[in-house]
């Protein structure tokens, strides 16, 4: 449905040039949820305003169902605006306006009938739960409540595309959530596209199916989030994927030892990475191998089919038993690391 192809764009100041994109290509399906994440100055902002050409590039195109909109003339450019709406991180809402008359504006602009206006704000109010503050004014809203006034007057023109401008990022981390799946659910009952940018992962994992990473202006990596997230060997994508530190109980940190000995066994922090599910690893200690094993702790995420994540393991199997393990580890690129003996 979208293609973003080879586009670039250029900034100029006081006689110095700055490439924000350089070269992009992005395919987004009809009714997917595609993510960009990034580093601040990486070129989010500016690959996802000129998927509407509030930045217009200066190479490339950008094909939006088979219309290339670099082509079109500004009468033209404005009706396809009208099927692409568009939240941003600030709300932008009218101070002046009800909640009601902030989500009718675009339907003024098109001289929609009051009647039609009425009946289509009441239906947005609802979808974005809240029917019981039509009549109230932005400054006696939350920031949560805030966001979904402008999703709903985002939604006013029936849009087939939806672009998020790091639209939770001014939200506390509850909030955030609520707004994701209201998104999500936006997405699946209305069957509207979804273009979001962020700087936080967990952004991505809640809510996208396909990611795209960009960093100086270059789009290094795209794929399914599985996919994003396995592909460790660029360093940009390793920073943002990175799996927490893993503290050692102090229980176990007062008497681990660097050296194995009699009586003590291997505390090994094994970190998961989408080549093995959680509970096939703890079937293969068990069952396997026939080791018994205390669970210490785990942080470990379930996305699709496959986990990613770390555990901390206390292998309590005899010496050969514990090594047969660690092999097995070693062999199929399981990352582990023998923290100490307890």
Known sequence: MITIKNISKTFYQ???????????????????????IGFSGAGKSTLIRSVNLLEKPGDGQIIINGKDLIKLSNKELAMERKKIGMI??????????????????????DNISKFEMTKKVNELLKIVGLEDKANDYPKSLSGGQKQRVAIARALANDPYLLLCDEATSALDPATTQSILQLLKDINQRLGITILLITHEM??????????A???QGK???????EEIISKKEHPIIKEF?????????????????????????????IELTGNIAFERLLSIIYADYKIPYQLIHADVEFLGNVNFGKLLLHLQGSS????????YFNHN???????GYA
């Open 14 to 36: 006081k006689k110095q040039s700055f490439k924000a994109l350089d070269d992009v290509s992005l395919d987004i399906e009809k009714g997917d949820i595609v993510g960009v």
């Open 320 to 327: 050969d038993q514990n090594a047969k393990a660690i092999a």
């Open 202 to 211: 967990d952004v991505i994992k809640t809510i996208c199916n396909h990611v």
């Open 213 to 215: 990473v960009i960093d």
């Open 219 to 225: 789009l290094i990596a795209k794929g399914t989030l």
């Open 241 to 269: 994927t990175k799996s927490k530190t893993m503290n050692i109980p102090l229980l176990f940190n007062s008497k681990l030892v660097n050296e194995p000995s009699e009586g003590l066994f291997p505390l090994v922090e």
């Open 333 to 339: 690129n399981i990352q582990n690391t023998i923290k």
């Open 88 to 109: 941003f991180q600030h709300f932008n809402l009218l101070s002046s306006r009800t909640v009601f008359e902030n989500i009718a504006f675009p339907l003024e602009l």
